[in-house]
């Protein structure tokens, strides 16, 4: 099974006027550091801050009169649970969404403020999947796929036809890889659209599921991530399909320089985007050279990050760039030396955040005390020179960069 650039006119035709045609803006920093022209698609722009309503939309409106009365259902613990319940309700059709019992509870209330009845099943979505697939022989529900289904592939390769209209001069295209529905979607349309335009797939380090797949390789997928909106296993066989006929290679990115994303869109560009939806500037951030001179389109495809884990990976990319260390110092446990490092800190204009105070390590002296500053400051050449003004003071600072995960 297949689709055509005439399915995706038929899906841009009927998700007109219900779906936005999202903003597609240059990004200026980004463009200084890789010595690109880099457009961003912003999808997180849309109604439930993600693209999965495109594809979730035009296969709703797909549906018979007697298919809408069953009702719909669908598998998901993010974007396509919410993308679902939105257009379901919008439409007047009852949608069922089953998610793992371990999904975010804001995720869960979200779906449910879109109108969706959510079913928790199952620690994970292996386990999740069998009481769909037993609600739909028990129910005669609907399945809507979230990417392995032709008309989900052509909504979502309505993103494509928009970003071409909008600049046509584009060299490249840069798209994130779960499934693999939003890739093959795009692909469709940009090969048409533009033949010689480059397609580049981008995927987890840890999740290479499509990469394996149109290399007839094995692939090991597993373990914490980001970016676990393309933290995926199975792939589409539609999509794998797809992938091994349009697109021109599929880049894989590692933990960190998906942190980096996120946290350079938001600094740098003001936009805020989940892990998945950043992985098109991971990609770029880690090999910046790869699209020189080239004018390449991004798909910023989703925007819900929690707030904590967004106060989380702004203050690992502080450490990272050693705006933020830990400087351990070995004091004589009296009064008023902790107040002396304050002062000499404070005049070098180090912005001291967290201080520890400690006198049980056994490697220090009884009258002797361990004192762990944190403190923030301009860079790497800014610690430097606190260093080397507290050595002077004679306070030798050991320093430890914070604990970034690496």
Not at 27 to 45: F, G, H, W, Y
Not at 152 to 168: C, K, R, S
Not at 169 to 191: F, H, Y
Not at 353 to 358: K, T
Request: negative net charge.
């Amino acid at each position: 099974m297949t689709i055509s650039f005439d399915d995706i006119q038929r899906a841009t035709a009927a998700i007109a006027g219900k779906v936005p045609h999202t903003p597609f803006v240059r990004a200026a920093t980004l463009s200084a550091l890789t010595d690109a022209n880099v457009m961003l698609k912003l999808e997180t722009l849309q109604t439930t801050n993600a693209f999965k309503v495109r594809g979730a939309l035009n296969k709703l409106l797909s549906l018979t009169p007697e298919e809408r009365e069953r009702g719909v259902i669908a598998l998901s613990a993010g974007n396509h649970a919410q993308a679902v319940a939105h257009h379901a309700t919008q439409l007047g059709i009852p949608a069922t969404i089953v998610m793992p019992e371990t999904t975010p509870w804001t995720k869960v209330e979200r779906t449910r403020l879109f109108g969706g009845t959510v079913e928790l099943a199952g620690e994970t979505l292996s386990e999740a999947r069998d009481h769909l697939n037993h609600l739909i022989e028990k129910r005669g529900f609907v399945l809507v796929h979230p990417f392995n289904d032709p008309l989900v592939i052509a909504g979502q390769g309505t993103i494509a036809v928009e970003m071409l209209a909008d600049v046509p001069e584009l060299d490249s295209l840069i798209v994130p890889i779960g499934g693999g529905g939003l890739i093959g979607g795009m692909a469709v349309a940009a090969r048409h659209i533009k033949p010689d335009i480059e397609i580049v797939g981008v995927e987890l380090e840890r999740y290479p599921a499509m990469h394996a797949a149109i290399n007839n390789t094995g692939a090991t997928c597993g373990g914490s991530t980001l970016a676990e909106g393309i933290a995926v296993r199975d792939v589409g066989d539609i999509a794998v399909g797809l992938c091994r006929n349009l697109v021109d290679d599929i880049v894989l990115v590692d933990e960190a320089a998906v942190e980096k994303a996120v946290v350079t869109l938001l600094s740098e560009e003001k936009l805020l985007a989940e892990g998945a939806g950043a992985t098109g500037v991971a990609a770029m951030l880690q090999h910046p050279t790869r699209w020189r001179n080239k004018t390449v389109g991004l798909v910023i495809c989703g925007g819900n990050i929690d707030q904590r884990m967004l106060a989380s990976l702004i203050v690992r990319e502080l450490g990272r760039d050693k705006r933020l260390v830990s400087l351990r110092f070995r004091i004589e446990d009296r009064p008023g030396v902790l107040g002396l490092i304050s002062s000499a800190l404070g005049e070098k204009k180090a912005n001291i955040l967290e201080v520890h105070h400690r006198r049980n390590f056994l490697d220090v002296p009884a009258k002797g005390a361990v004192v762990e500053i944190t403190v923030e400051t301009r860079g790497p050449e800014h610690t430097e020179e606190i260093i080397a003004f507290m050595s002077e003071k004679t306070y030798i600072a050991k320093v430890s960069q914070l604990d970034t995960g690496e």
